[in-house]
């Protein structure tokens, strides 16, 4: 059975700090897959954060975290990671991952494999 696994980074930071989220895939390999990293605030719609190809590396990012979130993709470990830093109270959502095979962007509506997602709050 696919599954994805958001593995532990989520919490709560201070506004400023980082925290580092974990993918990993089971009963799949992600070789072939896109694997977006998607968030949801409370009475919001779910947005699109990052993505990152797995073929060949291309990542993708909404333009409220480019240049303080990072993803990354270990292929070996068959897990994708998303660095983030300069953490923002905007940023507070649940966060979760998502793997593709036929698309590669930030539209939740075209993942159709989903973590259980993680709890990120930014507060002081």
């Known amino acids: 059975q696919l599954q994805l696994v958001v593995e532990s980074g989520g919490g709560l930071v201070q506004p400023g700090g980082s925290l580092r989220l974990s993918c990993a895939a089971s009963?799949?390999?992600?070789?072939?897959?896109?694997i977006g990293w998607f968030r949801q605030a409370p009475g919001k719609e779910r947005e699109g954060v990052s993505c990152?190809?797995?073929?060949?590396?291309?990542?993708y990012y909404a333009n409220s975290v480019k240049g303080r979130f990072t993803i990354s993709r270990d292929n070996a470990k068959n897990t994708v990671y998303l660095q983030m830093n300069s953490l923002k109270p905007e940023d507070t959502a649940v966060y979760y991952c998502?793997?593709?095979?036929?698309?590669?962007?930030?539209?939740?509506?075209?993942?159709?494999?989903w973590g259980q997602g993680t709890q990120v709050t930014v507060s002081s």
């Open positions: 990152i190809s797995m073929r060949d590396g291309s990542t």
């Open positions: 009963g799949f390999t992600l070789d072939d897959y896109a």
């Open positions: 998502a793997a593709s095979t036929t698309y590669e962007g930030l539209r939740p509506y075209e993942y159709d494999h």
